[in-house]
């Protein structure tokens, strides 16, 4: 990671990940639940490694999840009940504790290298992002803590991010990273996943 980034100690990373266990379900005629586990903690591993070097807050209430984090080294905080809840929570954790701007990233990233590009200090009035490879979808958002953003995750997350840093008066700025905007949700995505490996 760039050396811009590693010294700006006032953006932190924000994970939340809901469970290992069961998720995806709409790989399941793919993938059985062994199998997705597997995959979404290897991809949990790759977006910790492209979050460094900077803080990362883990926010899931999945026992697995949580025994995963530790393992990392990595702080985590209490999943409220909803995406949009542990993205907030998340960004409250980080502005409570000085941090300036805060990356929500998703977990299931499989090219995942580096945050960098979303881990600038881009100023108090603006909001950056990635879509997915869809455009529908948003990836990694990277906003100041200082406004209260709200989430909007789920399918056309990406419009309603626009239209919320818009209507808080925030400029956006929309990142297009091939190694970010490949996620992992439906069975057109496995070969994504099947074409990487942890480095």
């Known amino acids: 990671m760039s050396g811009d980034v590693a010294r700006s100690p006032r953006v932190g990373v924000v994970i939340p990940i809901r469970s290992f266990i069961g998720a995806k379900a709409r790989l399941a ?5 062994d199998a ?20 990362v807050i883990v926010v899931s209430s999945a026992p697995e999840v949580r025994a995963w984090a530790v393992e990392r080294g990595v702080e985590v ?18 502005r409570a504790r000085g941090f300036t701007r805060a990356v929500v ?10 945050l960098a590009p979303l881990a600038e200090d881009f100023g ?29 995750y789920g399918a056309g997350s ?8 818009q209507q808080l008066g925030l400029n956006t ?26 480095t």
């Open 29 to 33: 005629d793919h993938l059985d639940e």
């Open 36 to 55: 997705r586990a597997t995959a979404l903690r290897l991809m949990a591993d790759r977006v910790l490694d492209a979050a460094a070097p900077l803080t």
């Open 77 to 94: 905080v209490d999943d409220a009940g909803s995406l949009d809840a542990a993205a907030a929570g998340g960004v409250e954790h980080l």
């Open 105 to 114: 990233v998703h977990a299931d990233l499989p090219h995942a290298r580096s």
């Open 124 to 152: 108090a009035d603006v909001v950056a992002m990635v879509p997915c490879h869809r455009e529908d979808g948003t990836n990694v958002l990277s906003v100041p803590t200082t406004v209260d953003f709200t989430f909007a």
């Open 158 to 165: 990406f419009a309603r991010h626009v239209a919320e840093a």
């Open 173 to 198: 700025v929309v990142i297009h990273d091939p190694e970010l905007s490949i996620d992992v949700d439906v069975p057109d995505d496995l070969e994504h996943l099947r074409s990487s490996s942890p």
